[in-house]
């Protein structure tokens, strides 16, 4: 293998987890880049395709595959995800995801990496960036359902987007997760720490915004936030599991980081009769100028962040850039 320098039209730098685990970011530069990658899709900079899907009947396997263009950052990728045993409790299952990125200036390929830092940034940063333009102005108490990655790194990005959070709340299942998520807060907040709930339904009256974050055999086991245990002006934000899909039909106002990947990626928020409502906004035109995120403090807010390929892109360019600073990858001859 050639030296991470040596790139040309026939090699690659193949970024693996490990190298992705050295590199030296932080939240404000995390956020500043998702949020632009928002903001230049809203201006329509770049190009976001609806992404595929493809799941077999009895539900075994999970896979996805995004194609995208950063207009901003002149870069074109391809995301793929595929989860094994998707069916079954997590410890059972089996997920790989990538990011090949290619630069639409040069033609030249950028990198090949694993987008498992990628993917457990960009969705929290995206989550605190729908909590920062779409929460009533008073909001002070946040809590988190789910102990899993999405969970242990929502906090941090929450703090670090809406400063004036006062009350952090997690409700999960394992204990494990729940310590890592108090850890990483600590880790860029030492002063600041999380509550641990014992009662979903207490700490989701309390709450201004919530995120769903927990997996599908987590919601079986506590169930999920209703309508009726949500306060006028709350906010809910929906990553994963935990928010009960009457929560969507009957908000006031609906927000999606992507209509049109929801409508991919949502559809087990259906109703009766397998139909989903339409959103109000999308957050690239929310935090474009261009839509409101909240009419009034008494909204009750649905927000649905699903992954858009033009944030994969622009961190995975950051982080490629990062890397290569760092001496970080090896380059392959693979063309």
Request: with cysteine; glycine share 8%; proline share 3%.
């Given at each position: 293998?050639?030296?991470?320098?040596?790139?040309?039209?026939?090699?690659?730098?193949?970024?693996?987890?490990?190298?992705?685990?050295?590199?030296?970011?932080?939240?404000?530069?995390?956020?500043?880049?998702?949020?632009?990658?928002?903001?230049?899709?809203?201006?329509?900079?770049?190009?976001?395709?609806?992404?595929?899907?493809?799941?077999?009947?009895?539900?075994?396997?999970?896979?996805?595959?995004?194609?995208?263009?950063?207009?901003?950052?002149?870069?074109?990728?391809?995301?793929?995800?595929?989860?094994?045993?998707?069916?079954?409790?997590?410890?059972?299952?089996?997920?790989?995801?990538?990011?090949?990125?290619?630069?639409?200036?040069?033609?030249?390929?950028?990198?090949?990496?694993?987008?498992?830092?990628?993917?457990?940034?960009?969705?929290?940063?995206?989550?605190?960036?729908?909590?920062?333009?779409?929460?009533?102005?008073?909001?002070?108490?946040?809590?988190?359902?789910?102990?899993?990655?999405?969970?242990?790194?929502?906090?941090?990005?929450?703090?670090?987007?809406?400063?004036?959070?006062?009350?952090?709340?997690?409700?999960?299942?394992?204990?494990?997760?729940?310590?890592?998520?108090?850890?990483?807060?600590?880790?860029?907040?030492?002063?600041?720490?999380?509550?641990?709930?014992?009662?979903?339904?207490?700490?989701?009256?309390?709450?201004?915004?919530?995120?769903?974050?927990?997996?599908?055999?987590?919601?079986?086991?506590?169930?999920a936030v209703r309508r009726a245990w949500i306060r006028p002006g709350a906010l809910t934000i929906l990553v994963g599991y935990g928010l009960h899909a009457e929560l969507l039909h009957q908000a006031d106002h609906r927000v999606a980081t992507s209509e049109a990947q929801m409508r991919v990626t949502g559809t087990d928020l259906a109703d009766a009769e397998g139909a989903l409502p339409a959103v109000d906004a999308e957050l690239p035109d929310i935090l474009a100028g261009n839509k409101p995120g909240r009419a009034h403090d008494d909204q009750r807010i649905f927000a649905y962040n699903s992954g858009m390929i033009?944030?994969?892109?622009?961190?995975?360019?950051?982080?490629?850039?990062?890397?290569?600073?760092?001496?970080?990858?090896?380059?392959?001859?693979?063309?």
């Amino acid at each position: 293998m050639a030296s991470i320098n040596a790139v040309d039209a026939g090699s690659i730098c193949v970024l693996n987890k490990q190298d992705l685990a050295g590199l030296r970011y932080s939240l404000a530069e995390v956020l500043s880049t998702v949020e632009g990658a928002y903001k230049a899709y809203a201006a329509g900079l770049s190009a976001n395709p609806r992404k595929l899907a493809a799941k077999p009947d009895d539900g075994h396997s999970l896979a996805y595959s995004m194609l995208g263009r950063d207009g901003e950052r002149q870069t074109v990728a391809f995301k793929t995800s595929y989860k094994f045993n998707a069916d079954k409790e997590q410890s059972l299952q089996k997920y790989y995801t990538s990011l090949l990125l290619y630069d639409d200036i040069t033609g030249l390929p950028i990198a090949l990496m694993d987008c498992s830092l990628v993917g457990a940034l960009r969705t929290p940063a995206a989550s605190a960036l729908l909590a920062r333009s779409c929460a009533h102005g008073d909001a002070r108490t946040a809590l988190v359902i789910g102990s899993g990655v999405q969970g242990q790194n929502a906090f941090p990005f929450l703090v670090a987007a809406m400063p004036q959070l006062e009350r952090l709340i997690i409700h999960g299942n394992h204990e494990d997760g729940i310590a890592a998520a108090r850890e990483r807060l600590r880790a860029h907040y030492p002063e600041r720490d999380i509550e641990v709930s014992t009662d979903l339904e207490r700490s989701a009256r309390a709450a201004d915004i919530i995120i769903g974050a927990a997996g599908a055999a987590s919601e079986k086991t506590y169930g999920a936030v209703r309508r009726a245990w949500i306060r006028p002006g709350a906010l809910t934000i929906l990553v994963g599991y935990g928010l009960h899909a009457e929560l969507l039909h009957q908000a006031d106002h609906r927000v999606a980081t992507s209509e049109a990947q929801m409508r991919v990626t949502g559809t087990d928020l259906a109703d009766a009769e397998g139909a989903l409502p339409a959103v109000d906004a999308e957050l690239p035109d929310i935090l474009a100028g261009n839509k409101p995120g909240r009419a009034h403090d008494d909204q009750r807010i649905f927000a649905y962040n699903s992954g858009m390929i033009v944030t994969d892109i622009a961190l995975g360019r950051l982080f490629a850039e990062r890397a290569r600073a760092q001496q970080l990858g090896q380059t392959i001859r693979l063309w």
